[in-house]
């Protein structure tokens, strides 16, 4: 018994900002952004919009992919770093959403690799028979956490949100996950800032050392692709696609150069979208599935890393 996708979704807020917009914010270029990022536009949520509106949205449209409803879904795993609310989990806010009133729903925070975490995690229950269908979504509005005066953050990110169905099957579908995490690079990639006696503590931004996540995360997606590879006995050649962390496009191509894989078997969405971090991996995911790219019987690879430091790999059978 393997878990297979059974049909993808996404969601991307209507507010598209452009490198141009930034122009009028800080002190950047568009010539600046797309060189050193691959980054032209971005979208940001409305006042008003929430983690589990954009996860609602790219659910059902997974949902409609699938041929299913809602109430067929017994099990919803959300990965993000900026949920709704400090609790409920916004699985439980998007799971009220639906309609649903049976199965589990429980948020994954493992930052820009929350996906991969979710995926492998739905992907146990899913193999043991324990839940029968799973919705794995990934969604985000990181332009609640960014210092709108640092240009050096600022430009990196959007929102967005994007959904996977997940059923039992007993020939496509995961082949493997591999997960791993390193709590001693916590300091390179962090919002520092908690909430404590009804006041926010500490810095609630984000901070990076882009520098040194640069240097990580191109080390170990590379080192992720080859474990998922080698624990299935394949090779590069056999990828289909490789579907990495949506970070930065210089990111995605350093890591393809080093393994070997062409650059026309790489989704890049980072262009439009920017860094939805958990969000990126499933809204390219159904870019590719939707613009007739992956096929059934695709070998994609999914490779994540975030802070935490987190990465990991999801290889799958399409
Ligand atoms: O999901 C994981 C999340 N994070 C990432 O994946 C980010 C990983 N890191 C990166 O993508 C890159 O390190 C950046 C895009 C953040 C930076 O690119 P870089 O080529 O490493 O540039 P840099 O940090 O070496 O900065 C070069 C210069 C600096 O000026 P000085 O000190 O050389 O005078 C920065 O102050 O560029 C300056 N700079 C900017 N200039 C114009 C930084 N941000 C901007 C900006 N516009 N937005």
């Not at 989990?89 to 199965?103: M, N, P, V």
């Not at 996977?164 to 390193?182: K, P, Q, R």
């Not at 990828?239 to 080093?258: E, L």
Request: net charge neutral; proline share 2%; aromatic share 6%.
């Amino acid at each position: 018994m393997r878990s297979r996708i059974a049909g993808t979704g996404s969601r991307l807020p209507d507010r598209i900002v452009t490198n141009r917009d930034l122009e009028a914010m800080v002190e950047t270029t568009d010539e600046w952004i797309v060189s050193r990022t691959g980054i032209r536009e971005r979208r940001i949520a409305a006042d008003g919009e929430f983690t589990s509106d954009l996860a609602l949205a790219a659910s059902r449209h997974a949902l409609a992919a699938a041929g299913l409803r809602a109430g067929d879904i017994d099990l919803i795993v959300l990965a993000t770093s900026t949920p709704d609310m400090v609790f409920p989990s916004s699985a439980c806010l998007l799971q009220k959403k639906l309609g649903i009133r049976h199965g589990a729903a429980f948020d994954v925070q493992a930052v820009c690799s929350g996906f991969v975490y979710a995926l492998a995690t739905a992907d146990q229950f899913i193999r043991s028979g324990m839940h029968k269908r799973a919705l794995v979504v990934g969604a985000e509005v990181f332009s609640r956490i960014l210092d709108w005066k640092d240009r050096g953050t600022c430009v990196l990110f959007g929102d967005g949100a994007g959904a996977v169905v997940l059923e039992g099957s007993t020939d496509a579908g995961i082949l493997s996950a591999h997960l791993h995490a390193d709590g001693a690079y916590a300091d390179i990639l962090s919002t520092p800032g908690h909430v404590c006696g009804g006041k926010v503590l500490g810095d609630p931004t984000l901070k990076m050392d882009g520098g040194a996540v640069f240097k990580l995360a191109v080390r170990v997606l590379e080192e992720s692709a080859h474990e998922a590879l080698a624990a299935n006995g394949l090779s590069v050649s056999d990828v289909d696609w490789f579907v990495a962390h949506q970070a930065n496009v210089r990111i995605i191509s350093h890591t393809a150069k080093k393994l070997g894989i062409a650059a026309d078997r790489c989704v890049v969405t980072v262009d439009v979208h920017a860094n939805t971090s958990a969000a990126s991996i499933p809204l390219a995911l159904d870019v590719a599935a939707r613009d007739g790219r992956i096929q059934r019987g695709d070998l994609v690879l999914l490779a994540g890393v975030g802070g935490g430091f987190t990465w990991g790999s999801v290889l799958i059978r399409w």
